[in-house]
């Protein structure tokens, strides 16, 4: 991706202003950490780093938040954790798990920057540790991954059989012609919610997150997230190398993360299958999970505290 050159406005923060190397005292701290998984795709990608350009493209963005007319730079920070180095090398999924136990405490929230989905693999696992069964987990993809082996495809199936209950694990947007008869029975077999892209027509994103969080969140569990790109419109994220036309709208996609960030049971979200080296000339796919990042702060700062 090109380099960003911004004209410097003492007026006009931009949101990479928001980034820090610590906690801020006084706000409500955002860890970001990049965990760029791609050598185990099943379409093979780019090496170019999605966390980078991601960050980058923050560059883009202001802090204000004309919808709610707050300013994101008074109350909030991202504390920036760096990078995972080679996280589907040998040992990966240790120094994945190494590194989200450093993480300081008091983070209202985890943002992930993949990579393709096999860093929700490595992250959920990482996160929780012994405790994966009282998580649950809620996935926007157009996708099951409950493939066999170990891919980008498969991150639910390994969760599953790590110790996740498939009970209170809920799958939105999931796409025609996308997935098969064998992961469908899979994912029934398991209990999982599914809740296809058809079905997201006749209601508003928000009441279908309200459902998810109900399910996911039962009995008092923490919550994952995975945004997996490709549950959005090719139109939109050209960048992702399995979306399909039909899929969420740009605005859908937005509204869905500040929905769900919004509840304090969700602990961690990802931004996975973004490959910089095939988005358009524009960077749409990179600028849109720039946005996702911005609304799943703007989702923490309207939790009640």
Known sequence: MDSVTTTHDQ???SAASLVRTETVAGRRNIGMLGIFTYTTSVTPRSWHSTPAAVREA????????????VDLADTMAIVD??????????????????????????????????????????????LAGADLADYGL???DAHLDLRDGESNGSPVRQLLEAGLDGRHVVQIGVADFSNSS???????????TVIPRDALRAQPIEDVIVRALDIAGGAGRRVYVDI??????????????????????????????RSITADPRVRAIDITEIDVGRDSADERTVRLAALLVLEAIAGVRGRQV
């Open 138 to 140: 809620i996935t926007l």
């Open 228 to 257: 997996d790109m490709d549950v959005a419109d090719r139109s939109v994220a050209p960048g992702c190398p399995a979306a399909a036309p039909g899929g969420l709208s740009a605005d859908e996609l937005r509204r869905a993360v």
């Open 81 to 126: 954790y760096g990078d995972v180095f080679d996280p589907d090398g040998p040992g990966g999924g240790d120094r994945v798990a190494a590194a989200m136990e450093s993480l300081d405490d008091e983070l209202e929230l985890v943002v992930v920057l993949g990579g393709d989905n096999a860093a929700t693999w490595h992250a959920l696992r990482g």
């Open 58 to 69: 923050l560059e883009r963005y202001s802090t204000w938040s004309f919808t709610d007319s």
């Open 11 to 13: 007026h006009w923060p």
């Open 182 to 192: 064998f992961y469908a029975s899979r994912a029934r077999d398991a209990g999982i």
